[in-house]
């Protein structure tokens, strides 16, 4: 059997993050949408400025699983919460416990830190996830709707 452990990742990982994120876009059907690089990874993610964080989750020493967070806040709650931003677990290691390992993790460092919540999105088709993280206890947040300026309208609204 094999032995699941998570690590805090490093700048050295940054190919195996793009390799994943690239792998997740094309799960999503948006691998056109990915414009990170190595580098961007690497300056994003492990500059001392950065309040983005990984882990990755590996099997026998191999690399199978990454997750990408970063603390927000809750003025209701004056907290901060953990915002997973991505969880990925390559298809031949799925449902070997690695994405349940990936997500138990980050409940340890939200409690650890204190946070009033933990929190993610999951596309609306994406069932085989929502059925996932339902049998977790996690639940839904229908009632919000999420929104994104990108692109020429976020450089609009900047230079109004």
Same mark, same amino acid.
């Given at each position: @059997?094999?032995?699941? #452990?998570?690590?805090?990742? &490093?700048? *050295?990982?940054? /190919?195996?993050?793009?390799?994943?994120?690239?792998?997740? $876009?094309?799960?999503?059907? $948006?691998?056109?949408?990915? !414009?990170?690089?190595?580098?961007?990874?690497?300056?994003?993610?492990?500059?001392?400025?950065?309040? &983005?964080?990984?882990?990755?989750?590996?099997? *026998?020493?191999?690399?199978?699983?990454?997750?990408?967070?970063?603390?927000?806040?809750? &003025? +209701? !709650?004056? =907290?901060? /919460?953990?915002?997973?931003?991505?969880?990925?677990?390559?298809?031949?290691?799925?449902? #070997?416990?690695? /994405? =349940?390992?990936?997500?138990?993790?980050?409940?340890?460092?939200?409690?650890?830190?204190?946070?009033?919540?933990?929190? +993610?999105?999951?596309? *609306? +088709?994406? @069932?085989?996830?929502?059925?996932?993280?339902?049998? !977790?206890?996690?639940?839904?947040?229908?009632? +919000?709707?999420?929104?994104?300026? #990108?692109?020429?309208?976020?450089?609009?609204? $900047?230079?109004?």
């Amino acid at each position: @059997m094999s032995v699941l #452990t998570i690590r805090n990742a &490093t700048p *050295d990982d940054a /190919g195996v993050i793009l390799q994943f994120v690239r792998e997740l $876009a094309v799960y999503e059907k $948006a691998e056109h949408e990915v !414009l990170a690089t190595e580098s961007s990874i690497r300056e994003s993610i492990f500059s001392e400025e950065s309040a &983005t964080k990984a882990i990755i989750c590996e099997s *026998d020493g191999q690399p199978i699983g990454l997750a990408v967070y970063f603390l927000n806040y809750s &003025t +209701w !709650l004056a =907290k901060h /919460g953990l915002y997973l931003e991505d969880l990925y677990v390559t298809p031949i290691a799925r449902g #070997t416990g690695a /994405g =349940k390992a990936l997500l138990k993790h980050l409940a340890q460092i939200a409690v650890q830190k204190k946070c009033g919540r933990f929190e +993610w999105s999951v596309l *609306d +088709w994406n @069932m085989p996830a929502i059925q996932f993280y339902e049998s !977790l206890g996690a639940e839904p947040q229908i009632e +919000w709707v999420g929104y994104r300026l #990108t692109g020429q309208a976020l450089l609009n609204l $900047a230079d109004s």
